[in-house]
Structures are given as C-alpha cells and as structure tokens.
Nanobody, 119 residues
Framework: QVQLVESGGGLVQPGGSLRLSCTAS????????MGWYRQAPGKQRELVAT???????NYVDSVKGRFTISRDNIKNTVYLQMGSLKPEDTAVYYC?????????????WGQGTQVTVSS
C-alpha cells in the first residue's frame, strides 16, 4: 500500500509562486508515472501535469510555460513548481502516482493541498 504525503499549498497573490511536493512511501514495486491533478469548486478534477519514470512530461495547456513538474526517483518525490499564478489556478491539488506491479498498475491519490490565488 502506497502512502502519499503532500505539502506546499497555501495562499499566494496573483503573479506569485508556490512549490508543491508529494512523497510516496510504502511500496516495494516501481513507482512509474507521477503527477498532479486539481479540482476547483464546482468543477471536475483535471490533470495538471504528469511525469513518467524516464522523464516524459505532459502539461495541461493552461499551465504550460508557468508550471514545471519534476521528480526525484531516489526519494520517490514529485514536485510542482508553480509560477505566474492566476486566480483561476485556485483549487485543491492532488498528487497521483502509478505503482507498477508487472503488468498490473495501481493508482494512488494524495489527500490534497489547497492552493488559493487571491489579492
């Protein structure tokens, strides 16, 4: 069973920056893809960014050029550096990891961390 611990959310003014972190522990298998999703009030959860073990990265169009995802495979930690934040980035951000047990994949979610962009 994988446990995910997120940190780094908070209140920031428009144009500001925040860095989110998520560390996975408790797995004896490969932590494959890692990523971040977000859910704003009244909206569906959406993918923000993902990063594969080999470093392949995917971003939602609305954050391209402003957010950077990275990972430390030794620490099983994924980061999301968020810059030029906008009020529409306000949401609960969730970490998601894929655990690979051969051909079977398991997906785990973090508890979520609130990011509020407001003046």
């Amino acid at each position: 069973q994988v446990q995910l611990v997120e940190s780094g959310g908070g209140l920031v003014q428009p144009g500001g920056s925040l860095r989110l972190s998520c560390t996975a522990s408790g797995s004896s298998f490969v932590i494959a893809a890692m990523g971040w999703y977000r859910q704003a009030p009244g909206k569906q959860r959406e993918l923000v960014a993902t990063i594969a073990t080999g470093g392949s990265i995917n971003y939602v169009d609305s954050v391209k050029g402003r957010f950077t995802i990275s990972r430390d495979n030794i620490k099983n930690t994924v980061y999301l550096q968020m810059g030029s934040l906008k009020p529409e980035d306000t949401a609960v951000y969730y970490c998601n990891v894929q655990e690979s047990r051969g051909s079977i994949k398991y997906y785990y979610w973090g508890q979520g961390t609130q990011v509020t962009v407001s003046s």
